[in-house]
Structure formats: C-alpha cells, structure tokens
Nanobody, 127 residues
Framework: QVQLVESGGGLVQAGGSLRLSCAAS????????MGWFRQAPGKDRVFVAA????????PYADSVKGRFTISRDNAKSTVYLQMNSLKPEDTAVYYC????????????????????WGQGTQVTVSS
C-alpha cells in the first residue's frame, strides 16, 4: 500500500517555474515506478511524465519534453516534477501516481497502469 500527497502547486506567470513534490508513505515506495498526470477543466486526465524504478527511464509527454523533469529522492520517499517555461496550457490539477516497477515504457502513459493516486495539486499559469 502506498499513500501519496502532492504539494507545490500555485499561481505563476507564463515563463515561470514551479516544482511539485509528491510525498509517499508505505513500505513499497522504494520499488515503485512513479508518474505524474494532469487534468485541465473539462478534459481527461493525461500523462505528463514517469520514472521507471527498474532502470530510471523517464518518458515524457511531447507537450512537456524539454521543459519538465521528473526525479525522485528515495531517502525522502518523494518524487518531484520540476516545471520550467510554463505556459497557460499547462494549467491543470497535477496528480502523482505509483505502480509496479517493471512495466514497459509505453504502458506507463496509461492511467490504468497505476494502482495508487494522490489527491492532486492545482497549477495555474497566467498569460
């Protein structure tokens, strides 16, 4: 069992940066693959980034490549999403998620690949 709590959201101007954190509790965090998703108003929840436990691979959605970076600190049981060069279209609720360590990279972009979810943190980017 893994419990996830996101933080770090807020209001930022376009071009600015934010770093989201996801604090995990539970005995299985250190061998979990972690992911970030986001959901804009009236839209589906979509994949942003993942960090696979087995080899450290980090797939990203095309819309955030080169701007966002996912990382983790196992000693703190925390996964991060560094978001730079933010755009108004990045406005959404961001969710952290955890799943088993060995899934293929393509599978990690699917919502149903993840077993545990946080409650979300709001990110608003003004133009």
């Amino acid at each position: 069992q893994v419990q996830l709590v996101e933080s770090g959201g807020g209001l930022v101007q376009a071009g600015g940066s934010l770093r989201l954190s996801c604090a995990a509790s539970g005995r299985t965090f250190t061998n979990s693959t972690m992911g970030w998703f986001r959901q804009a108003p009236g839209k589906d929840r979509v994949f942003v980034a993942a960090l696979r436990w087995t080899d450290g691979s980090t797939p990203y959605a095309d819309s955030v490549k080169g701007r966002f970076t996912i990382s983790r600190d196992n000693a703190k049981s925390t996964v991060y999403l560094q978001m730079n060069s933010l755009k108004p279209e990045d406005t959404a609720v961001y969710y952290c998620a955890a799943t088993r360590p060995g899934y293929g990279l393509a599978y990690l972009s699917r919502r149903y690949a993840y077993d545990y979810w946080g409650q979300g943190t709001q990110v608003t980017v003004s133009s």
